[in-house]
């Protein structure tokens, strides 16, 4: 959406990235807790991939669930199968699998009896969100991702700031995992929109003075 994601999803490969990064924050509690439910929607289908081949290795059952808003989004499908037990397809527009979201295919495996020991939900905040409040009420601990805005990613500039049971962390050090039953949506929802309108503001200078799209130039005068 914003200006610095345009500029990468803008190179072409052989492009150059300057500087990466990474990894930042604490990696995913692994351990063998029974039966895992991990739930990706947009960039978490690929992002469940590595924990999902983890938790397997680990000895757990693995469950995926993938949500996309149509069938033509999906991607890594094969890879995913090669490493969870069951994969389950959601679409919110019902043309593959499921209809609805990630929520609704884990609030469907309790109602079915299926014992699940932890779910993972891996997405856009709105998405980690709804997973959160569905399954509030069915006593299943919830690990979500946050990603909140993030600037300098080692624990300084506190841009990255979140509430989880009511203590300050920031996600950038002390995440990307935290409870997510835990979490301070409504927080987190207002603080990703801090920088809306510098956004906005950023495009046209992108457009007018970039014709590569900002990665590798600075805009003329
Ligand atoms: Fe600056 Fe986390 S990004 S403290």
Known sequence: MGRSTREVVALKKGDCIEHVVGPLGLP????NLGTVALGGG???IGAIYPIARALKQAGNHVICV????????????????????ELTIVTKDGTRGRKG???EAFVDLVQAGRKVDQFVAIGCTFMMRMVAEATRPLGVPLKVALNSIMVDGTGMCGACRVSVGGKTKFACVDGPFFD???????????????YV??????????AAGCPS???TCSPKA
Do not use: K, T
Not at 66 to 85: H, I, N
Not at 180 to 194: I, N, Q, S
Not at 197 to 206: D, V
């Open 28 to 31: 995913y509690p692994l351990a």
């Open 42 to 44: 947009c960039y978490g």
């Open 66 to 85: 993938v949500e996309a808003s149509s069938s033509y989004l999906f991607y890594m499908e094969e890879q995913l199968r090669g490493v969870c037990d």
């Open 101 to 103: 979201g990630v929520q």
């Open 180 to 194: 997510g039953h835990a979490v301070d949506w409504d927080e987190l929802g207002y603080r990703r929109a801090a």
């Open 197 to 206: 309108n510098e956004e906005i503001e950023a495009l046209p200078q992108e």
């Open 213 to 215: 799209g900002g990665a």
